[in-house]
């Protein structure tokens, strides 16, 4: 759960992405190494095949290389990226089950994210179920839900950028954080008033 | 902060500003959330268990290692287009990938030698060339001539800025081409050319082309001198002679055909010889940011991620066997050394020993499995 601040390293990236555009392979690098990273575990919620994502990240920069004269060089670099890598998987999975490759979950019915529970931080036993609990509530949203949460709250990212990425206007954005957010209070709520209850009859 | 008076630990964990403070706290965000809880102590209890959910729950990545990384990017650069000077494979034999080098360097010069020995009609006489010549056309040119004994630096309309050496002479026509930028030098200059992919730039020097889309470096090229070199300092460039019989198709080709120079590589193109040779430029500068120069401190480090590291840091492919050099560990730290120094001491370590090849670094080893 890290918050990443936007703008320090923003300047930067928007230099080595012009300099990308002009056809700078050190740019290349640059780009592809300080990014992999991120496209690798956003790409692998997915779909679980790892070396699947590994391809299309590299399909997609030799892509943007092969067009980098008619790119837009005033592009937000980390969401335009993660918007084209998520396109591509998409598109890649839909043109393999179309020749008959079959059995690759089909991305667009898939988002899955995993947390770990960090027991340091804990102090009380409540606590753990709580968090327990909300790990299982994230779980079970819908996957548009899921996906603009991972990228409001774990991957630091804003409105704007999240509907760049997933194709929608920034108001559903709004709305689909909204009603996720309500979703999770809600039934937590009920959840940890149902496990306090047990927890004083027994 | 009174929108957070009845707050439940539910709204806590999904605010945005509470958990910018729970996750990173600045000095700022902690005064504020102190005070707060300083005056609405019901609300600590609360506070601390948000806090501690929202520090707890971690997303669980799958992960993936630096050198795989590495690896990956290393095959897709590649994969783009350059057909000669490409990354070669490291794990090839050395012998093998020297041989190849050679090959591919040798090629590269008598293509380079039968273009202009056949094509220049006079050649070393820089007047004669067809292509490009400010004589040719009755273009009006500007022309800045440095009499002076200081470099004198001359700003162009797209952005770009020329630093011309002494006695330096540089010209350009009046009202730009539509689809390219032009320059002529004779002497020596420094180029901060503005990125325009769509509008590369050419500098006509003593019969030799330099086209770039947007980049840093230096041409000397004095008039009674035989040779020009060319120094790149970022970015990319491609120089190709005048005489070179697919000259057209370079000069209006959307990348970068010809020789094709990386950072710190540097082109020496004699005239009177009728050669290109590439090498590195005398002392390299490391091409990442100031702010991301990495450590060089090394502590049982195979030599291998030794010059993966320097070769990345500085630009430069450095080719060697991986077979024998990931058995050869070095321990050292190298961050106020220049590049020849670093190179001389990891190779000095293990017993190795370097070549500048066709502006590359080659390390010749024996391994250190005994």
Known sequence: MKFQPRSTEFSDDKRTWQRFLAGDVSAFETLMSGYFRTLFHYGCKFSGDQEFVKDSIQDLFLYLWERRANLNADADVKPYLMASLRRLMHRNVNSKSWVGEGGLTVPEDHFEIEFSVEQEYINHESTLVRTRQLDKLIGELPKRQKEVIYLKFFQGLDRDSISEIMDVTPQTVSNLLQIAIKQLKTHWKAEFLTFFMLHLLL | ?370
């Open chain 2, 1 to 370: 902060m009174d929108r957070y008076n009845d707050f439940t630990v539910e709204d806590f964990v999904w605010d945005d500003f509470f958990r910018q403070w729970a996750l990173a706290p600045t000095p700022e965000t902690s005064t504020v959330w102190d005070e707060w809880v300083g005056s609405n102590p019901e609300m600590l209890e609360k506070v601390q268990q948000a806090k501690a959910i929202v520090l707890s729950l971690r997303l669980h990545e799958p992960e993936i290692a630096d050198p795989e990384i590495t690896r990956i990017v290393k095959q897709t650069i590649a994969k783009t287009d350059e057909p000669v000077y490409g990354f070669l494979p490291k794990t090839e034999n050395t012998y093998r990938l020297l041989t190849y080098l050679v090959a591919a360097s040798a090629t590269l010069l008598m293509l380079a030698g039968w273009a202009i020995y056949t094509l220049n009609p006079k050649k070393g006489d820089p007047q004669s060339t067809n292509i490009g010549s400010p004589t040719d056309s009755n273009i009006a040119f500007i022309e800045k001539v440095n009499h002076s004994a200081e470099p004198m630096r001359v700003d162009m309309e797209d952005g770009s800025k020329i630093t011309i050496a002494p006695a330096g002479r540089l010209r350009y026509p009046k009202k730009p081409n539509a689809d390219k930028r032009e320059v002529y030098l004779e002497g020596e200059a420094f180029f901060d050319i503005a990125k325009d992919p769509g509008h590369p730039f050419f500098v006509y020097s003593n019969g030799l082309i330099t086209k770039v889309l947007g980049t840093s470096f230096s041409i000397e090229a004095y008039y009674d001198s035989n040779e020009v070199t060319v120094e790149v300092k970022t970015g990319r460039v491609a120089v190709f002679a005048e005489s070179d019989p697919a000259v057209k198709e370079k000069i209006s080709g959307t990348g970068l055909q010809g020789v094709v120079l990386r950072p710190n590589q540097k082109i020496i193109y004699s005239r009177d010889e009728v050669r290109m040779v590439k090498t590195l430029v005398e002392q390299p500068e490391m091409v990442v940011a100031k702010a991301l120069t990495p450590q060089f401190e090394f502590e049982d480090t195979p030599a291998s991620d030794v010059f993966d590291k320097v070769g990345k840091a500085y630009g430069i492919d450095i080719l060697y066997d991986e077979n024998l050099l990931k058995d050869c560990p070095l321990t050292a730290t190298l961050d106020n050394q220049t590049l020849h120094e670093k190179l001389s001491i990891i190779c000095k370590a293990v017993e190795a020993s370097y070549e500048i090849l066709d502006g590359q670094i080659v390390i010749y080893s024996k391994g250190c499995k005994n």
